[in-house]
């Protein structure tokens, strides 16, 4: 209520009665404030909104901080690194901003990463995430529906985010959330209705571009009853990667035209032949490929990474800091044994999983199958051992070389 010229009022926070005030609002059992109390009371709101949003202004690091930490953990792909760490550097500068009315509003520039399988996309979004330190949820697109239909609803990926940040709501709009194996999204020609591919797309533009939704999330013993959760998404960074196996022949159509008869070229491209002509993808190749020009529209930053040679998988075997090589030795080690791998026998096994199309993420699956009855022998062995993987070990799937050492101290 407004000062009364009947009854006398002072302001319960400054004291300062009704007549030395410009506005005075009461409320029950006589307490009262002022309008410069109000004021004041609004900036220490505005304050706080501030400094919890410059907390992360603050704590995010340069884009060149960001690329030699993504150097410590992902091999090669350099060029997307730079793109990665400048679009996620300006993101969350954008989040940390101190609005003002005159400013130039800042959009969402969520990403599209574009590279075959075993490339590093995954890694990129984990380590990012871990940089931030904030929330991550990696999604597939692949179980992803419209509303109503079976499979997972657009709302479940916003619900992975939310229990990413343990419930804390306000962490989870400030998130990273991955959505992998995107292409299979794509649209498809088909009589009957695109549940899976369209219109997932169209599903997703809303929360790709920011909006408030409702997630119902899962409470109670029996986690049968659920609660609605309301979160924006105008903060969240999305980032989408596939493989579009069919996208570099959609580019090398439109850069190079059609070649029919004896002048054709038929020579199968490699690998660099690849990475070249992703590195040239335009928004339209991107509709060719099935994806709809609003789904398109909501990811403008474009990162594709290079298939990985030899080389770079044996890079990645060696030089990360999580490299799965000085994982297995750290296991050895913990038995009171010593790991060696040779150098051609590291070579077979990035071949291998050339051959087998897999990139990185099948060099795990090669490594267990070498060391599988090594790591069954060795913790019942007394006394140090030597354990040596040779290039015939990997080669014709032989037993490796297990030698007694009495210089290998056992651990206390």
Known sequence: MAKSSTTSYRCSFCGKPDSQVTRLIAGNNGVA??????????????NEIKDKNSDISEEIPKPKKIYEVLEQYVIGQVEAKKILSVAVYNH????????????????KSNILMIGPTGSGK??????????????????????????????????????????????DIAKAERGIIYIDEIDKIARKQSSTRDISGEGVQQALLKILEGTNVNVPIPSGVHQQMQEM?????????????????????????RTKGSKMGFGADISSKDNKDVGKLLKEVMPDDLLQDGLIPEFVG?????????????????????????????????????????????DEALRMIAREAIQRNTGARGLRSILERIMRNVMFEIPSLEGGTICTITKEDVLFNQEPTLKIDSKIKAKK
Request: hydrophobic share 45%.
């Open 229 to 253: 959760v309301s979160i924006n998404t105008k903060n969240i960074l999305f980032i989408c990667g596939g493989a579009f196996n069919n996208l570099d022949k959609v580019i090398e159509k």
């Open 122 to 167: 995954t890694l990129l979004a984990q380590t990012l995430a871990k940089i931030l330190n904030v929330p991550l949820a990696i999604v597939d697109a692949n179980a992803l529906t419209e509303a109503g239909y079976v499979g997972e609803d657009v709302e479940d990926i916003l619900l992975a985010l939310i229990q990413s940040a343990n419930g």
């Open 92 to 107: 969350y500068k954008r989040i940390g901003q101190k609005k003002r009315k005159e400013d130039v509003e800042l959009q």
């Open 33 to 46: 404030i002022c309008d410069d109390c109000v004021k004041i009371c609004n900036e220490i709101l505005e």
């Open 298 to 342: 909501r990811l403008p930053i474009v990162v594709t990474l290079n298939p990985l040679d030899e080389n770079a998988l044996i890079d990645i075997l060696t030089k990360p800091k999580n490299a799965l090589i000085k994982q297995y030795q750290k296991l050895m080690e913990m038995d009171n044994a010593k790991l060696v791998f040779e």
